[in-house]
């Protein structure tokens, strides 16, 4: 009778085929340097016993640890878990990294650092000793903390960076810079002229290439960005004040793209309190796509951010490059899309 499937273990597998715990390791890690019959041997003993390989067994190797390591960064995440406003880019991280990670018989582990903190070296160090990670994944702004990749070089620890600049090494993009200018070029393409830009936290660099692409798209129009891009955080509260200032203006723009969710739901609330039609008087359009932005009034046209397909990318560089297989030119860019919903029309028509 065989042995109840949470009681078997490598060594039964070992002692039923009647070879060495690192041959099982090798046949489960489906090495190369293994005999065909020697495979088969262990197979049937996996099968016959009901194994499942565990992370410890393969692990016995030696030459990897089948864990991937996934940073975000700790006040924003923590943040956002608090204010409970319907941001997924957590759960669109863990469902591309997790599947991923199980197609090839990896493990993903999430882990919060603070990229600002003095101590980011020591926390990270300390992350590094416990999990001995076979690669990381950096979300942004961790891409470009010259202390954290640095120390993970000094590691000799394989990273994907997304959402940084190059700068050698892997790194993987959702192409903002080209998702900004179809965003303007949607809203040329209705008419408007005097397109608004909202710009993210200039501590990330998607914030810069959404506002290039933005301005790329009005240049190549001839259109003009004097006094039509401000500067916000990501925060509601930051929209909040972008907008006013835009849409006090003379001359206010007939349509704004936030470079995140919270910013445009903060103009659409900003544009609703002046007594603005959306879309009538104003139309807008928003970066991410996070849940929430179906359900306002009226649901917000949004480029959406393919986070999950982005991180299951990321995990299939690091273990290409863990085996030492080819890797496509860098950056690889995982192309977004543009939702269409109600918030967009043409720009009211002039008395």
Avoid at 315 to 344: F, H, N, T, Y
Wanted: hydrophobic share 40%.
């Amino acid at each position: 009778m065989a042995r109840r499937r949470q009681s078997v273990t490598i060594k039964h597998v070992a002692a039923d085929a009647g070879v060495s715990l690192q041959t099982v390791s090798r046949v489960i890690n489906k090495e190369a340097n293994v005999r065909p019959e020697m495979k088969k041997r262990v197979q049937a003993s996996i099968d016959k016993l009901g194994y499942v390989p565990s992370i410890a067994a393969q692990r016995m190797s030696g030459s990897r640890s089948y864990l991937i390591l996934a940073l975000n960064d700790r006040d924003r995440t923590i943040e956002d878990w608090r204010a409970r406003e319907g941001s997924d880019w957590i759960d669109q991280m863990l469902l591309g990294g997790m599947l991923k990670c199980a197609e090839y018989g990896y493990r993903l582990i999430f882990e919060l650092l603070d990229t600002h903190s003095d101590h980011v070296e020591r926390e990270l160090k300390s992350i590094i000793a416990s999990l001995q990670p076979d690669g990381v994944i950096l979300t942004p702004p961790h891409g470009e903390n010259k202390l954290i990749t640095a120390l993970l070089d000094k590691h000799k620890i394989p990273f994907v960076k997304i959402g940084a600049r190059l700068n050698g090494g892997l790194a993987i993009t959702m192409g903002d810079d080209r998702l900004a200018r179809m965003a303007t070029e949607y809203l040329v393409g209705k008419g408007h002229q005097r397109i608004a830009f909202i710009a993210g936290s200039d501590e990330y660099v998607i914030s810069e290439w959404r506002q290039e692409g933005w301005r790329a798209a009005m240049k190549d129009h001839g259109l003009s960005t004097d006094n039509l891009c401000e500067r916000g955080d990501f925060s509601f509260a930051s929209g909040d004040a972008a907008a006013r200032r835009l849409l006090s203006r003379r001359g206010r723009p007939t349509a704004i793209i936030a470079g995140n969710d919270q910013m445009a739901m903060a103009v659409n609330k900003v544009a609703h309190e002046l007594g603005l039609k959306v879309p009538g008087d104003l139309s807008i359009i928003s970066f991410d796509n996070t849940p929430v932005v179906r359900f306002i009034q009226p649901p917000l046209t949004a480029i959406d951010q393919p986070v999950a397909e982005t991180v299951s990318r990321a995990v299939e560089l690091l273990i290409k490059a863990q085996r030492g297989e080819e890797l496509p030119p860098m950056p690889v860019v995982v192309d977004g899309s543009l939702v269409e919903r109600a918030s967009v029309a043409g720009p009211p028509k002039l008395p």
